[in-house]
């Protein structure tokens, strides 16, 4: 086979290790190569493991000697800085974990780590995973490998530029309001973000605990497909992980989308998305009514309260995850403290970002005595009306369909002084985070050079009929196999 | 008198369970600092909590105890605030929907009689840690093994008007938490707190004077003094013109008085809302049906039923039931020996004084049930005397052995053989020819005497009722 390893999905890498074209040694050897070569350009690492990732891919080699392993052994990945590593620092792109060491995997890692695979690094992030544009880590912005000027979104930034550049065949993502899927349409790549509860948020470092959900980030659905197959499925660590039976989404991938029902938000294709997105979007959709799918238009009314929304939900959560960053037990202490106050104060004074204050802040203020019910009781009210309007659009249609993002990747800067037009490129992520559904992006057509991502939701626990939907289209369209150049 | 004082209490009951609330960390006492506290514990980032079930069943049994509607669905929410021995700045408790809505306990009352205390609620929630201040110099300590320990936090009506009152109450809630088996109801290792909500008010009045919390109680008896003690100073305050100020007070024994720990002003906003990490906890009647079923015999019904088989008096029955361990020693001694009545006695006399004088528990008496109830069978079939019997059980307590063994050792068999004991009868009135006149005569009183000499040549073992009845039949019905 001639396409070079960082072409090849995960099936084919697999299969290649299997037929000993190369040893699971060499694949970890090529791609650290791509890292050093291509990473500094990027900033999409934060740490690289390569000691670690050869003795894994070592023991990955001997597994599958023994004829032992399974779809995913001996194949590289990277983590996003927000999972647990053990004896391995996770920073989740902050000054104020830039010495933290777990002492345990979280239960994403973990379940990985028993499939096989090699961690190669652990990659860059908005802070806390705050932010949509990957700007705010304590390590310095991540670039696009599509354009280097342009942010790659975020929060999972670091992950999507790596994917991208093919620094990695597949990472893991994290997605709150959109942070798995904006990179992924903002870098070319397709990403899934679960129904909440399906993966569990163990070790996963909280932002909003109600929100929070991990993913892939991969580069077609059917790799994403089998990364989300492994770390899927109940764990007893994570009460708000659910209980029921993961299905097998490879055995569903094939099937016909004769018939589907793709619901057409109208508030998703009004004013604020970019027309040259728009087009690109419905060019993807008038693909899927050629591989017989019906498209109907949907109302979800509610649409517009999501940001807001969100924006009194997220901080509130967070105000209070974070209050464990006290300089006290781990993480950054200022020096020379005073007394109790200056240690607190100027511990996370010094260690936190201004996105981070600027949400703490705003979650402290309104989970305040005399401004709860106004912000935090009535967020909760349009939470659920915002549920609604899912669940009445679920009973007409079996998927949603739009843009993930109203824009392409925007330039680096642009944004970044401006928190409310920041926010308002997770318009239309943020609604599926709030009701806990299942959502993916896909490459679309690309606009200008730069990516664009079709966005699909889906009913609760119907992963595998996102996946299925995904794929079929990447098997009638080439938009996902489109690599930024440079990286080929 | 002009003043009237009205307390509340919130107790806090550690609950006895093997691992923490939300962590499978052990929760025993007296380990070296932060051996017992694990990644949740610690508040490490990306660390979740999972309720430990146990928690719920030990507050379901609580709510059920004391009458409370026991809640279908509660809810776990933080209390926010910085505190160096609070690990993740947040509290996990309840608060708008606990799990245990509200019942009421029977207190007696001094003067007899008694008197309903409502429970307001009583809700599950985290311990938090200990900040160590003397063993550091210049610095703070923190020890989290105690943090996450699951505690019951018990909230009572205002409803008691007398220290007495106060402790009545206090007391009643220990029972009946130990009785269920939830808490080991130590109050010196905090197992078992109450902080005391005091206020007073002229006699007649019926608005809520301001009220203080007293903290740091750590035994009933300074519960009744540090409330004594915060009545006088808040009636002094207000009959020299001054205000009671709403705080919090610290009860220092050591010079046995309160003094203002912070004030309500210095009082954090605690942002409370519910946890994200945790499902709200749904129980259906079967659930909650299946929890009862596993409960005890609670103290009320155990006294009542005590005074109806056992035909005893309400103040017996009452002290027999104290705690369950010495209600189910004296039922299996009852049971045993069958003498109720004895057995009563026993364990209220002989037993009870051996236990006060040692300072011991009856978990750990060294006479155990089976023990004492070998003793009385001997003592009722007339193998031993009453004499005697006090006699084999201080060497039973003293660790010689069985009833029986202790008899067979000492050779104290009591003699029941007419015979013999009509052998050492007649001996004694030889040896007092006086006092035989004298009871000849009529003299009744000198029986004893008699009776006594006969008891003691025959060195404690003759049968007492026997001796009555042979010197009887010997000087008078002869």
Same mark, same amino acid.
């Given at each position: 086979?001639?396409?070079?390893?960082?072409?090849?999905?995960?099936?084919?890498?697999?299969?290649?290790?299997?037929?000993?074209?190369?040893?699971?040694?060499?694949?970890?050897?090529?791609?650290?190569?791509?890292?050093?070569?291509?990473?500094?350009?990027?900033?999409?690492?934060?740490?690289?493991?390569?000691?670690?990732?050869?003795?894994?891919?070592?023991?990955?080699?001997?597994?599958?000697?023994?004829?032992?392993?399974?779809?995913?052994?001996?194949?590289?990945?990277?983590?996003?800085?927000?999972?647990?590593?053990?004896?391995?620092?996770?920073?989740?792109?902050?000054?104020?974990?830039?010495?933290?060491?777990?002492?345990?995997?979280?239960?994403?890692?973990?379940?990985?780590?028993?499939?096989?695979?090699?961690?190669?690094?652990?990659?860059?992030?908005?802070?806390?995973?705050?932010?949509?544009?990957?700007?705010?880590?304590?390590?310095?912005?991540?670039?696009?490998?599509?354009?280097?000027?342009?942010?790659?979104?975020?929060?999972?930034?670091?992950? *999507?530029?790596?994917?991208?550049?093919?620094?990695?065949?597949?990472?893991?993502?994290?997605?709150?309001?959109?942070?798995?899927?904006?990179?992924?349409?903002?870098?070319?790549?397709?990403?899934?973000?679960?129904?909440?509860?399906?993966?569990?948020?163990?070790?996963?470092?909280?932002?909003?605990?109600?929100?929070?959900?991990?993913?892939?980030?991969?580069?077609?659905?059917?790799?994403?497909?089998?990364?989300?197959?492994?770390?899927?499925?109940?764990?007893?660590?994570?009460?708000?992980?659910?209980?029921?039976?993961?299905?097998?989404? *490879?055995?569903?991938?094939?099937?016909?989308?004769?018939?589907?029902?793709?619901?057409?938000?109208?508030?998703?294709?009004?004013?604020?998305?970019?027309?040259?997105?728009?087009?690109?979007?419905?060019?993807?959709?008038?693909?899927?009514?050629?591989?017989?799918?019906?498209?109907?238009?949907?109302?979800?009314?509610?649409?517009?309260?999501?940001?807001?929304?969100?924006?009194?939900?997220?901080?509130?959560?967070?105000?209070?995850?974070?209050?464990?960053?006290?300089?006290?037990?781990?993480?950054?202490?200022?020096?020379?403290?005073?007394?109790?106050?200056?240690?607190?104060?100027?511990? +996370?004074?010094?260690?936190?970002?201004?996105?981070?204050?600027?949400?703490?802040?705003?979650?402290?203020?309104?989970?305040?005595?005399?401004?709860?019910?106004?912000?935090?009781?009535?967020?909760?009210?349009?939470?659920?009306?915002?549920?609604?309007?899912?669940? +009445?659009?679920?009973?007409?249609?079996?998927?949603?369909?739009?843009?993930?993002?109203?824009?392409? *990747?925007?330039?680096?800067?642009?944004?970044?002084?401006?928190?409310?037009?920041?926010?308002?490129?997770?318009?239309?992520?943020?609604?599926?985070?709030?009701?806990?559904?299942?959502?993916?992006?896909?490459?679309?057509?690309?606009?200008?050079?730069?990516?664009?991502?079709?966005?699909?939701?889906?009913?609760?626990?119907?992963?595998?009929?996102?996946?299925?939907?995904?794929?079929?289209?990447?098997?009638?369209?080439?938009?996902?196999?489109?690599?930024?150049?440079?990286?080929? | 008198?002009?003043?009237?004082?009205?307390?509340?209490?919130? @107790?806090?009951?550690?609950?006895?369970?093997?691992?923490?609330?939300?962590?499978?960390?052990?929760?025993?006492?007296?380990?070296?600092?932060?051996?017992?506290?694990?990644? @949740?514990?610690?508040?490490?980032?990306?660390?979740?909590?999972?309720?430990?079930?146990?928690?719920?069943?030990?507050?379901?049994?609580?709510?059920?105890?004391?009458?409370?509607?026991?809640?279908?669905?509660?809810?776990?929410?933080?209390?926010?605030?910085?505190?160096?021995?609070?690990?993740?700045?947040?509290?996990?408790?309840?608060?708008?929907?606990?799990?245990?809505?509200?019942?009421?306990?029977?207190?007696?009352?001094?003067?007899?009689?008694?008197?309903?205390?409502?429970?307001?609620?009583?809700?599950?929630?985290?311990?938090?840690?200990?900040?160590?201040?003397?063993?550091?110099?210049?610095?703070?300590?923190?020890?989290?093994?105690?943090?996450?320990?699951?505690?019951?936090?018990?909230?009572?009506?205002?409803?008691?008007?007398?220290?007495?009152?106060?402790?009545?109450?206090? #007391?009643?809630?220990?029972?009946?938490?130990?009785?269920?088996?939830?808490?080991?109801?130590?109050?010196?290792?905090?197992?078992?707190?109450?902080?005391?909500?005091?206020?007073?008010?002229?006699?007649?009045?019926?608005?809520?004077?301001?009220?203080?919390?007293?903290?740091?109680?750590?035994?009933?008896?300074?519960?009744?003094?540090?409330?004594?003690?915060?009545?006088?100073?808040?009636?002094?305050?207000?009959?020299?013109?001054?205000?009671?100020?709403?705080?919090?007070?610290?009860?220092?024994?050591?010079?046995?008085?309160?003094?203002?720990?912070?004030?309500?002003?210095?009082?954090?906003?605690?942002?409370?809302?519910?946890?994200?990490?945790?499902?709200?906890?749904?129980?259906?009647?079967?659930?909650?049906?299946?929890?009862?079923?596993?409960?005890?015999?609670?103290?009320?019904?155990?006294?009542?039923?005590?005074? #109806?088989?056992?035909?005893?008096?309400?103040?017996?029955?009452?002290?027999?039931?104290?705690?369950?361990?010495?209600?189910?020693?004296?039922?299996?001694?009852?049971?045993?020996?069958?003498?109720?009545?004895?057995?009563?006695?026993?364990?209220?006399?002989?037993?009870?004084?051996?236990?006060?004088?040692?300072?011991?528990?009856?978990?750990?008496?060294?006479?155990?049930?089976?023990?004492?109830?070998?003793?009385?069978?001997?003592?009722?079939?007339?193998?031993?005397?009453?004499?005697?019997?006090?006699?084999?059980?201080?060497?039973?307590?003293?660790?010689?052995?069985?009833?029986?063994?202790?008899?067979?050792?000492?050779?104290?068999?009591?003699?029941?053989?007419?015979?013999?004991?009509?052998? @050492?009868?007649?001996?004694?009135?030889?040896?007092?020819?006086?006092?035989?006149?004298?009871?000849?005569?009529?003299?009744?009183?000198?029986?004893?005497?008699?009776?006594?000499?006969?008891?003691?040549?025959?060195?404690?073992?003759?049968?007492?009722?026997?001796?009555?009845?042979?010197? #009887?039949?010997?000087?008078?019905?002869?």
């Amino acid at each position: 086979m001639s396409l070079p390893l960082h072409e090849r999905s995960l099936g084919q890498l697999a299969a290649g290790l299997r037929a000993r074209e190369f040893s699971s040694r060499e694949l970890a050897t090529h791609y650290l190569g791509r890292i050093a070569r291509l990473d500094p350009g990027l900033n999409s690492l934060v740490t690289t493991c390569a000691e670690d990732a050869l003795a894994a891919a070592d023991a990955a080699d001997a597994r599958l000697a023994r004829g032992d392993g399974g779809p995913l052994t001996g194949l590289p990945l990277i983590h996003k800085d927000i999972f647990c590593t053990q004896g391995v620092r996770t920073s989740c792109g902050s000054r104020m974990l830039d010495t933290f060491v777990a002492p345990y995997d979280a239960t994403v890692v973990a379940r990985l780590k028993a499939a096989g695979t090699v961690m190669l690094g652990k990659a860059n992030m908005d802070e806390f995973a705050m932010g949509s544009s990957n700007e705010t880590s304590w390590y310095g912005p991540v670039r696009n490998p599509w354009d280097p000027d342009r942010v790659p979104g975020g929060s999972s930034g670091g992950s *999507a530029a790596a994917v991208a550049a093919r620094l990695a065949p597949v990472a893991t993502g994290t997605d709150t309001g959109g942070s798995i899927r904006q990179p992924a349409a903002l870098c070319g790549l397709t990403g899934i973000k679960p129904t909440y509860g399906r993966v569990s948020r163990w070790g996963m470092i909280a932002f909003a605990s109600s929100l929070d959900q991990g993913g892939p980030l991969a580069r077609s659905a059917q790799d994403a497909a089998l990364v989300l197959q492994a770390v899927a499925g109940y764990d007893p660590h994570d009460s708000t992980s659910v209980d029921a039976p993961v299905p097998e989404y *490879a055995a569903t991938l094939d099937d016909g989308i004769a018939g589907l029902r793709v619901g057409l938000p109208k508030e998703y294709f009004g004013e604020g998305l970019d027309p040259k997105v728009r087009h690109s979007v419905e060019t993807a959709i008038a693909e899927l009514r050629r591989l017989g799918a019906q498209t109907v238009e949907i109302s979800l009314a509610n649409t517009a309260l999501a940001v807001p929304t969100y924006y009194v939900v997220a901080p509130a959560e967070c105000s209070s995850n974070l209050a464990r960053y006290d300089g006290v037990r781990y993480g950054h202490r200022c020096a020379d403290p005073k007394d109790l106050s200056d240690l607190y104060e100027r511990s +996370r004074a010094e260690g936190f970002g201004a996105e981070v204050k600027r949400r703490i802040l705003i979650g402290t203020y309104v989970l305040s005595a005399g401004y709860y019910d106004a912000y935090y009781l009535k967020a909760q009210q349009l939470r659920q009306l915002i549920s609604e309007d899912f669940r +009445r659009a679920f009973a007409e249609v079996d998927v949603i369909a739009g843009p993930t993002s109203p824009t392409t *990747a925007f330039r680096l800067g642009e944004k970044a002084g401006d928190p409310v037009t920041m926010y308002l490129s997770d318009i239309y992520t943020i609604a599926a985070n709030l009701a806990g559904l299942p959502a993916m992006s896909l490459p679309a057509e690309p606009v200008g050079g730069l990516p664009v991502g079709l966005q699909l939701m889906g009913n609760y626990f119907a992963e595998a009929r996102l996946l299925n939907v995904a794929h079929r289209l990447q098997e009638a369209t080439d938009w996902h196999r489109r690599v930024p150049p440079g990286c080929e | 008198m002009e003043w009237e004082t009205v307390i509340g209490l919130e @107790i806090h009951a550690q609950l006895a369970t093997r691992s923490k609330i939300f962590s499978g960390a052990p929760t025993a006492f007296g380990a070296a600092p932060n051996t017992q506290a694990c990644e @949740i514990d610690l508040a490490l980032p990306g660390v979740l909590p999972v309720l430990n079930a146990e928690a719920v069943r030990m507050a379901v049994t609580f709510g059920a105890a004391i009458g409370a509607a026991v809640a279908r669905r509660s809810v776990f929410a933080r209390k926010n605030y910085f505190y160096p021995d609070l690990p993740k700045g947040y509290q996990i408790s309840q608060y708008e929907q606990p799990i245990v809505g509200r019942g009421q306990v029977e207190i007696a009352l001094d003067g007899g009689g008694t008197k309903t205390v409502g429970v307001t609620r009583a809700h599950l929630e985290e311990d938090a840690g200990k900040s160590l201040h003397e063993d550091f110099h210049g610095m703070t300590g923190i020890d989290l093994n105690r943090a996450g320990t699951p505690l019951l936090e018990i909230v009572s009506e205002p409803d008691m008007r007398s220290p007495a009152e106060a402790v009545a109450y206090a #007391r009643k809630i220990h029972q009946l938490v130990r009785y269920l088996g939830i808490c080991d109801g130590n109050m010196q290792e905090g197992s078992f707190r109450c902080d005391a909500n005091v206020s007073v008010r002229r006699r007649g009045s019926d608005r809520l004077g301001t009220r203080t919390e007293l903290k740091n109680i750590n035994s009933f008896r300074f519960l009744e003094r540090a409330i004594q003690y915060e009545v006088e100073r808040q009636v002094d305050l207000i009959e020299n013109g001054g205000a009671v100020v709403q705080e919090t007070r610290l009860y220092d024994p050591a010079r046995d008085e309160t003094r203002s720990m912070r004030s309500k002003e210095e009082a954090n906003d605690y942002r409370y809302f519910p946890d994200p990490d945790l499902l709200p906890v749904v129980l259906d009647e079967d659930d909650i049906a299946a929890i009862v079923a596993t409960m005890p015999e609670l103290p009320d019904a155990k006294r009542e039923r005590f005074e #109806r088989a056992y035909q005893l008096s309400a103040y017996d029955a009452g002290l027999l039931t104290a705690t369950r361990e010495t209600a189910d020693y004296f039922e299996a001694v009852a049971q045993g020996c069958g003498d109720a009545k004895l057995a009563a006695n026993w364990v209220m006399g002989d037993l009870a004084a051996a236990l006060n004088r040692d300072g011991r528990e009856i978990a750990d008496s060294p006479v155990d049930a089976m023990g004492l109830t070998g003793l009385l069978q001997r003592l009722r079939d007339g193998t031993l005397s009453g004499k005697l019997a006090k006699d084999v059980f201080a060497a039973m307590w003293a660790g010689e052995g069985s009833a029986d063994a202790i008899i067979e050792a000492r050779g104290l068999r009591q003699v029941s053989d007419v015979g013999a004991i009509e052998a @050492i009868v007649d001996q004694v009135i030889a040896a007092n020819p006086d006092q035989a006149g004298q009871l000849r005569a009529g003299k009744d009183k000198v029986m004893g005497f008699l009776v006594g000499q006969v008891m003691k040549a025959s060195q404690g073992k003759a049968n007492p009722a026997q001796v009555n009845e042979i010197l #009887r039949r010997k000087l008078l019905d002869s």
